[in-house]
C-alpha cells in the first residue's frame, strides 16, 4: 500500500507545546506499553505510522510536509519514511501532486498503482487502516477515477465538511451551520475527512492540467508560482466518476486542547500534582519544576520552554488570537540528531541545553558573527573542530570561535552538553554548512 501523509500547520491552538517548527502531531501525549512492559509517550505521528505498519508492514509511507519539520519527523520516525518536501504553502493541490509526482519520479511508483492520501494526525482505530487498505484495493482494481473516505457522523458538526448522496452521484459542502448539518445527515450525509485514493496517472494529468507539469523537479522548483487551490476544489468537486467508502469507527479530529485532553489515558503527564477536590483538569508538565493544582475545575494547564497555560477547557478553543501576539525566540525543538532547549536569552548572548541521541550528530557547520561554548554534562563523544579530532567527557569545554567549522557526534550513551552562544548578532540564518571531514 502507498500511502501519503499530509503533515502541515503550526499548531497555534495548542499552545505552549505547539510552536512555529513543533506542530501538534510530534507533542508526545499519547502513552504506549512497550513489549518489556514499559511505558512511554508517543505522539500523532509515530501513533499513525505505526497503526499503518501494523496492518500493513510493506507499506510505503511518504510524508508531505514543509522544511520547518523534516528534522521532527526524522526525529520521530527515523530514515525509512519517504519526505516530500513543500518548499512554501500552496494549499493542498499542489502539496498532494508534488507528492505524487515525488512518488513516480523519485520512488519509482508506476503510474499505474493506487495510492491513499491522508491526514497525519486524526486519531482513530484499527478499522480506519483497514478502510484505506480497501480504498486503495478500489482505486487500484475499480472503474471509478477517485475513492473517498466518508466518516459516519456522530453529531451535527458545523467543524466539517460533509459528503451528500444526491442519487446520481455526490456533493460536497464545506462546514455548514449545525442545523444544516442536522438536515445533511438525515440525508445520509458523512463527514468529509480528507482522505483520497487514486491511481498515480489520474493525479499526475490533474497536475499536467492545472500546474503545467507532472515532473518533481520542475515542480518543486517553480512550487512558489504555483496555483494555490484546494484538492477538494480542483479535484473532488469537478469529479464525476467517484466511489466512497464509509468508516464507522471512531474518528477525532484533535485540533484544540479540549478535544487533544479527551484522548488522554491520564489526566496527568510530567511532574503534576493535583488536591482531590480537583476535578476534569488535565495538566502537562514539560519543565524541571513540579506543578501543584488546587480546587482546579474543568481546566487546561499546559507548561513548556514556550510559556504556560492555564484555561478553561471551553476557552481553551479561543486562544489563537493571544498567542498571535506573542512574539519570542523558539524555545524548544527537535532536530534529526536530537534536541535542543533555550535556557536563556540575554543581549549578546544565548543559552541553550543540547541533548543529542546515541550515535547522532550535527552538520559540521560555521558561524560568521557569533562565538560558541560548549560544556558537557553528560554521556560522551567527540568533536571536530577545524579538523582536528578530540574525544570529549562530562566536565570537558570546547570554545569555537566564529568563523570556525565545528560539530559533536555522540557516543553510545548520547550527549547533553550546554552552549553558549556569545555575539551582537545571534540568529538562526547564522550558519554555513560543510561536507564531514573524511
Excluded at 513543500?86 to 523519485?106: G, K, M, N, Q, S
Excluded at 487500484?140 to 467543524?159: C, F, H, R
Aim: glycine fraction near 8%; include cysteine; aromatic fraction near 8%.
Amino acid at each position: 500500500m502507498n500511502i501519503i501523509l499530509l503533515s502541515g500547520g503550526s499548531g497555534k491552538r495548542l499552545w505552549p507545546l505547539s510552536n512555529d517548527i513543533r506542530s501538534k502531531q510530534f507533542i508526545k501525549i499519547f502513552k504506549k506499553t512497550n513489549e518489556d512492559g514499559t511505558a512511554e509517550y508517543e505522539s500523532m505521528v509515530q501513533r499513525i505510522y505505526s497503526q499503518i505498519k501494523a496492518v500493513d508492514p510493506d507499506a510505503t509511507v511518504t510524508i508531505a510536509t514543509s522544511k520547518s519539520q523534516v528534522s521532527s519527523i526524522h526525529n520521530q520516525l527515523g530514515y525509512d519514511v519517504g519526505i516530500s518536501v513543500e518548499p512554501c504553502r500552496r494549499d493542498t493541490f499542489a502539496a498532494i501532486a508534488l507528492a505524487t509526482a515525488y512518488l513516480h519520479d523519485v520512488q519509482s511508483v508506476p503510474e499505474s498503482e493506487a495510492v491513499v492520501v491522508c491526514p497525519v494526525d486524526p486519531y482513530v482505530d484499527e478499522g480506519y487502516f483497514k478502510c484505506l487498505e480497501d480504498m486503495c484495493k478500489a482505486a487500484q482494481e475499480g472503474d471509478k477515477n477517485l475513492v473517498l473516505m466518508g466518516i459516519e457522523p456522530t453529531y451535527p458538526s458545523a467543524k466539517y465538511g460533509y459528503i451528500i448522496p444526491n442519487g446520481s452521484g455526490f456533493d460536497f459542502t464545506e462546514k455548514p451551520d449545525e442545523k444544516t448539518a442536522a438536515e445533511y445527515i438525515s440525508r445520509n450525509a458523512l463527514w468529509n475527512g480528507g482522505v483520497f485514493a487514486y491511481k498515480l496517472s489520474y493525479v499526475l494529468e490533474k497536475s499536467r492540467q492545472l500546474l503545467g507539469t507532472s515532473d518533481y523537479e520542475t515542480l518543486f522548483s517553480s512550487y512558489n508560482t504555483l496555483k494555490k487551490i484546494s484538492f477538494d476544489y480542483a479535484v473532488v468537486e469537478a469529479e464525476k466518476s467517484i466511489e466512497v467508502l464509509k468508516y464507522s469507527g471512531t474518528w477525532k479530529d484533535l485540533g484544540t486542547w479540549n478535544t487533544l485532553t479527551e484522548a488522554m489515558s491520564e489526566n496527568t503527564i510530567g511532574d503534576v500534582r493535583m488536591d482531590t477536590t480537583s476535578t476534569n483538569v488535565h495538566a502537562i508538565n514539560e519543565l524541571g519544576v513540579p506543578i501543584l493544582i488546587m480546587g482546579g475545575h474543568d481546566l487546561i494547564v499546559s507548561a513548556s520552554a514556550e510559556g504556560i497555560l492555564v484555561s478553561d477547557k471551553d476557552q481553551s478553543s479561543y486562544i489563537k488570537p493571544f498567542v498571535d501576539d506573542i512574539d519570542q525566540q523558539i524555545m524548544f525543538a527537535e532536530k534529526s540528531w536530537g534536541n535542543y532547549r533555550v535556557l536563556d536569552v540575554e543581549d549578546g548572548s544565548l543559552t541553550v541545553k543540547v541533548t543529542l541521541n546515541p550515535g547522532h550528530k550535527m552538520n559540521y557547520h560555521s558561524h560568521e558573527h557569533r562565538d560558541e561554548v560548549w560544556t558537557v554534562i553528560s554521556g560522551d563523544g567527540h568533536t571536530i573542530v577545524d579538523g582536528m579530532e578530540q574525544n570529549i567527557h562530562p566536565g570537558d569545554v570546547i570554545t569555537m570561535a566564529a568563523g570556525c567549522k565545528h560539530t559533536v557526534i555522540a557516543g553510545d550513551n548520547g550527549l547533553q552538553l550546554i552552549e553558549v552562544q556569545l555575539g551582537e548578532s545571534i540568529n538562526a540564518a547564522d550558519k554555513k554548512k560543510y561536507e564531514m571531514p573524511s
